[in-house]
């Protein structure tokens, strides 16, 4: 049996259609759907109360995201687990077929992830990131010398793993947040592979304005300061910026890249800052964490 399980808050009408994407999905196998709730308060619940999911509703002040993740593992009856967030909606019927097919196949994979294409009102940056990220081509990740930052990324945005090896090697609860990639990381380390599927597709996408942009690259250099891996060099980053702006001038065109540049150029100062100051988020004071991160609850219980 399958695990599918989705931690919400808030999620808004489009839990709607992720919960009909999933119950879409055609497979051999039997799976349940667990969503655990942290304190919804826009209605959006009833949407999952009259669906065939499983509801459980913790404190806010309970919730993190290895530590939900981990509570939700022990509950699973499946021998796989699917972890899926409340705004990614499956693309198609076959999203869960082939995120499962690897791990069938290969005993010693063990974890999965989708392919992310954008939503239709997804921002030009947006679709940049998501089409870097997220290629057609297949991967196989494994061990060697140098762990990059590359080399263990997974999302559990959609993914797939064995629960007999997250009961053995739990979700990390003191990260703010990447405890997907910490995960990775560890069962590269320990000899096991992550395969990303490009056949699972999942729709999913955000609008960020410029400070949500700032607080999601602050948590992602705090993250990664935690998890000690390599992010790259000034001389890695400037070679990204260059090709990111040469996509942006090939889908705008001339006209168009000139009357944006403003607002890119605002978006990638506001993206590098705060990652450079979530990298070095232990020379600043608690108040200052609180007002930078997206995840203000993180930082009243962690004192760095």
Partial sequence: MISIIILTKNPGDKIKNVLRGVFAQKTKDDFELIIIDSGTTDGSLDIVQKSKARLIQINPSDFGHGKTRNYAVNIAGGKYIVMLVQDATPANDNWLDELIKP????????????????????????????????????????????LTVKDVFFSNVSSAMRKDLLVNFKFD??????????????????????????????????????????QRFFDSGVSLKQLDLNAGNYKTGLTILYNEFQYYLRQLGLVKFFFSMPYLTAYEFMRFAGFILGQNYKMLPVFLLKKFSLHKYYWESNKK
Wanted: zero cysteines; charged letters at 30%; a negative charge.
């Fill in 103 to 146: 791990l069938r196949e290969d005993e010693n994979v063990a974890g999965v992830y989708s392919k992310q294409i954008p939503y239709i009102e997804a921002s030009i940056l947006e679709k940049y990131f998501l089409s870097i990220h997220y290629p057609d081509t297949y991967e196989i990740k494994k061990k060697k010398d140098v």
């Fill in 173 to 214: 609860e003191e990260l703010i947040m990447s405890e997907d990639q910490a995960w990775a990381k560890e069962i590269i380390q320990n000899g096991y592979k992550i395969v990303y599927n490009p056949g699972s597709i999942v729709y999913h996408s955000h609008k960020y304005s410029l400070i949500k942009v700032f």
